[in-house]
């Protein structure tokens, strides 16, 4: 799903998507706590997502919708510092659909990290022989994400007892309004990875190979539900670079 969501462009796959996650994340039982760190990474994403689909005014960059529709300006204006400023209607598509696909992935990664425990993960990684290093960078990813929620949950909760609020649907405004929030998280996540780099290396890991106590066992009901999705997934890729299907 993290693969299709960051390849399809079209709105329509995309809400798919986004239905799919959402029901995964209530069956997951995502605590609601992590749902407001959304709204920041679109906030703090905000300014480079609009800038960069500003640029799309090429209509070879479209495959799906036809150029002369495409190319429809919503509008044209020159702005003081900036310069000419031209929006179309291709461009202006390729922007919701990026910021549609920025939650749609937190959304799955939630429910993961809620859904998958990360010893089984740790055993498949073991299993599929993957080098020790690449077994501990990924389930070291799967457990900082959390914790870093966690901080931002902090640290979004203390502004606000100090009556910082956003109150504004402007991604220009929501970025400025986010600066209170950049330095204490960006110093957090440089303490929290210093930290973790002492701890690996007083514990003298080298990457070397390592066994598990219990061997994961995969049922015949794994593998075939495993299967099935496996070639769902082949098919969608082969429909969306062969006939575009996902794209605008």
Not at 6 to 29: Q, T
Not at 40 to 45: D, Y
Not at 200 to 216: M, N, S, T, Y
Request: aromatic content about 10%.
């Amino acid at each position: 799903m993290m693969i299709l969501a960051s390849f399809y462009f079209d709105l329509w796959y995309l809400a798919v998507l986004a239905l799919v996650a959402f029901i995964l994340c209530l069956d997951a039982r995502v605590p609601a706590q992590w749902y407001p760190a959304l709204g920041l990474v679109l906030g703090v994403r905000a300014v480079a997502v609009i800038a960069g689909g500003l640029q799309h005014l090429d209509p070879k960059l479209f495959k799906v919708i036809p150029p002369e529709v495409a190319m429809t300006k919503i509008f044209d204006v020159v702005v003081p510092v900036f310069g000419h400023i031209e929006l179309v209607y291709g461009a202006l598509i390729w922007i919701v659909a990026t910021f549609s696909r920025i939650p749609i992935l937190m959304l799955i990664g939630y429910a993961y990290l809620r859904s998958t425990s990360l010893s089984d993960v740790t055993k498949l990684l073991v299993k599929l022989r993957v080098p020790a290093a690449g077994v501990f960078v990924f389930t070291l990813a799967l457990k900082f994400t959390p914790y870093m929620l966690r901080d931002i949950n902090t640290l979004v909760s203390a502004q606000r007892l100090r009556g910082w609020q956003v109150n504004s649907l402007n991604p220009i405004k929501i970025f400025s309004r986010m600066k209170p929030l950049l330095y204490p998280i960006l110093r957090s996540l440089l303490v929290t990875v210093d930290e973790v780099s002492i701890a690996v290396q007083i514990r003298g890991f080298k990457g070397d190979r390592f066994g598990l106590a219990e061997e994961l066992k995969l049922g015949a009901k794994n593998i075939a539900i495993s299967a099935a999705i496996l070639g769902v997934f082949a098919l969608l890729l082969l429909l969306l670079f062969r006939n575009n299907v996902g794209m605008i």
